[in-house]
């Protein structure tokens, strides 16, 4: 635990030494501000009601592009330059180093979900809130994020090129968000409930309202795990064939 | 700690990077690595700092087997790769309190450490500075002290002195030597002289195989019962020296060396005897021998024969 804390922290003053953090947290403030409050069929204005729906919905669908460009140096740009190597041969474990560099980006997410708190006092204070369901919302939307950061250390751990490891990330976050759902429209029977399932977009609105269920906490932990394991797989295969 | 190696071999689909080699390096030994571009001297040093593990044999690191408990090894190896990779957006300060952290240096003596290890590689001046900002030679250094900064008891080094200038390889040099007495240093390098300078004991690999192992003096007189002098003598330039060189017991060659009137090189299959036969045969001919010298065989030669085969 303490390795994971150490890694994490060294990642995470990176993004902020390499200025990543700054270019992102601006520019998804620059999003999430404009969908709640101006644009995007659900801001505050629109539905004139005082809740925070407009954000979570739309920072789901910005965490498409956003945290592949947030984990796409992470094990890519390492394998490029060769630290990663440097990294292994450290008193660390492989998964002590995935789970670090998960952790940093769970950080630079909770960072830019906290930046969005002025939305949350704002909102407040133009009508009556329902701090549970905002509370559950910020929960769901880290539980999303972590999904997400799962698939970009994965994609990021199949190649030293980070825009492949941008591109990779990105399409299949797009495949969890909307294709399983299109295609389960397509099937019928087991099939359409499995694709359902898989998909994202059926749980998304309910984690905006603030409603998290269980196996909702279950399936996107699992995502992560997954992607966790395939990215350190990726890093054992050095053993198998370099 | 002792670093004891049998039988390691590493293989990249159908070719043999590392062919089943066995050596051992003691606690205060330092041990030069030789060897031609691709000889699988990066490939046994990715092995040794538990980086990936051999297809066969074994590699033990103190009582510890590398694939077995590489947590109990890695905290005691000081690694520097080749093309020493850093992390370029970081501070050199900061770095270094990240890896001697994570090699597990106590809290309390963190500080003290990165104290020392800067004033050791010279990077006082340039501590402030990210790692990206710096020349290479001061990479270099950074390198150096990365491997250094948790007082490893073994240092594996790959090519430590590329990229810096004579001064400060000089300087490295004396550092390797130094930290050496201690502990177990293993260096790779092509430059010969180096190893002649640093190293205690040689490792010539080819081919992934062990070709020579020693040090520095037994190579050079690894030609068994073949000695090697370099003779000048003075005589009249009618005089048939060469040949009268040729015609004594235990020569086998005469050459004549173009670069100085009267140098000629004999080799032959005796010392003292073969010594006392030319300086005989100088008396008896009224030549004047000037110059007498023995030549070892220089680690040049021997890397030469050992890797071209």
């Given at each position: 635990?303490k ?7 060294r990642?995470?003053?990176t993004?902020f030494d ?14 999430t ?12 204005f629109?539905i004139?009601?005082?809740n ?6 739309w ?20 394998k490029?330059?060769g630290?990663l190597?440097v990294?292994?041969?450290?008193a660390v ?36 809130v ?5 509370i559950c ?20 751990s199949?190649?030293?090129n980070?825009f492949?490891a ?6 299949i976050?797009?495949?969890f ?43 996107f ?19 198998v064939?370099? | 700690?002792?670093?004891t190696?049998?039988?390691?071999t ?16 003691k ?40 694939v077995?408990s590489p ?6 190896i000081g ?17 270094l ?30 501590k ?25 008891e ?9 990229g ?72 009249d330039p ?11 017991p235990l ?45 070892e ?13």
């Amino acid at each position: 635990m303490k390795n994971i804390w150490i890694l994490a922290r060294r990642e995470f003053q990176t993004f902020f030494d390499s200025m990543v953090a700054y270019i992102l947290l601006v520019a998804f403030l620059i999003f999430t501000g404009l969908f709640t409050w101006v644009t995007g069929g659900m801001d505050v204005f629109y539905i004139q009601q005082a809740n925070l729906v407009g954000l979570f919905q739309w920072a789901s669908i910005i965490f498409v592009v956003f945290i592949p460009a947030l984990t796409m140096r992470m094990v890519a740009e390492e394998k490029k330059t060769g630290t990663l190597e440097v990294l292994l041969t450290r008193a660390v474990s492989d998964w002590e180093i995935i789970s670090g560099k998960y952790l940093a980006c769970l950080m630079l997410v909770g960072v830019a979900l906290l930046f969005t708190l002025p939305y949350y006092f704002t909102v407040a204070y133009l009508g009556p809130v329902d701090h549970g369901a905002t509370i559950c919302g910020y929960l769901g939307m880290m539980l999303v994020a972590s999904a997400y950061i799962g698939i970009g250390l994965f994609a990021s751990s199949l190649t030293s090129n980070q825009f492949v490891a941008f591109v990779v990330a990105i399409l299949i976050n797009l495949l969890f968000l909307f294709l399983f759902g299109i295609l389960s429209d397509t099937f019928s029977g087991v099939a359409a409930e499995v694709l359902n399932y898989m998909g994202f977009n059926t749980r998304f609105s309910s984690i905006a309202r603030g409603v998290i269920d269980s196996r909702d906490i279950i399936y996107f932990l699992s995502l992560t795990a997954l992607g966790l394991v395939l990215a350190e797989s990726q890093l054992a295969r050095r053993n198998v064939i370099d | 700690m002792d670093i004891t190696v049998s039988n390691l071999t590493k293989t990249y689909g159908n070719q043999k990077a590392v062919d089943g080699i066995s050596f051992q390096v003691k606690t205060g030994e330092i041990l030069g690595f030789l060897g031609p571009n691709g000889a699988g001297k990066t490939t046994t040093m990715k092995m040794l700092t538990c980086y990936m593990a051999p297809t066969e044999g074994q590699v033990k690191v103190g009582t510890h087997d590398v694939v077995e408990s590489p947590e109990k090894i890695k905290p005691h190896i000081g690694y520097l790769p080749e093309n020493n990779p850093l992390y370029l957006d970081m501070p050199v300060m900061e770095y270094l309190a990240f890896v001697a952290e994570v090699q597990g240096v106590q809290k309390g003596k963190i500080e003290e450490r990165r104290h020392a290890i800067i004033s050791q590689c010279g990077l006082n001046k340039e501590k402030h500075k990210k790692i990206g900002e710096l020349s290479k030679g001061y990479r270099q250094r950074v390198g150096l002290a990365q491997a250094l900064i948790h007082d490893p008891e073994i240092l594996i080094l790959d090519e430590p002195t590329t990229g810096l200038d004579p001064n400060q390889i000089v300087e490295i040099r004396n550092l390797i030597r130094e930290i050496g007495r201690e502990k177990t240093v293993i260096l790779s390098t092509h430059i010969l002289p180096e190893v002649k300078a640093t190293c205690d004991r040689i490792l010539i690999i080819n081919n992934g195989k062990i070709v020579a192992d020693g040090t520095a003096e037994s190579l050079g007189k690894k030609a068994e019962g073949s000695y090697t002098f370099r003779v000048e003598i003075q005589a009249d330039p009618s005089a048939k020296v060469a040949e009268g060189l040729r015609a004594l017991p235990l020569i086998d060659t005469v050459e004549v060396l173009p670069d100085a009137i009267g140098n000629y090189q004999v080799m032959g299959s005796a010392d003292l005897p073969l010594r006392e036969a030319i300086f005989h045969a100088c008396v008896q001919h009224g030549w004047i021998l000037t110059q007498m010298q023995t030549i070892e065989e220089s680690l040049e030669d021997i890397f030469r024969e050992l890797t071209l085969n």
